[in-house]
């Protein structure tokens, strides 16, 4: 569906995406930074949340 998206054209659908889903992931028990992070650790804060 996106693989013929102008990297423009990937931005907008993108952040539309993120504004419509916006209210979803407030709601989440669950964040993770943006930093990277090891599987383990992943694991392990999903786990304890």
């Given at each position: 569906?996106?693989?013929?998206?102008?990297?423009?054209?990937?931005?907008?659908?993108?952040?539309?995406?993120?504004?419509?889903r916006?209210i979803?992931?407030?709601?989440?028990?669950?964040?993770?930074?943006?930093?990277?992070?090891?599987?383990?650790?992943?694991?392990?804060?999903?786990?304890h949340?």
């Open positions: 569906m996106i693989k013929d998206f102008s990297d423009d054209q990937l931005q907008t659908y993108i952040n539309k995406k993120f504004a419509d916006r979803y992931y407030e709601q989440a028990k669950v964040s993770i930074d943006e930093e990277p992070i090891e599987i383990e650790k992943l694991i392990d804060k999903i786990f949340a």
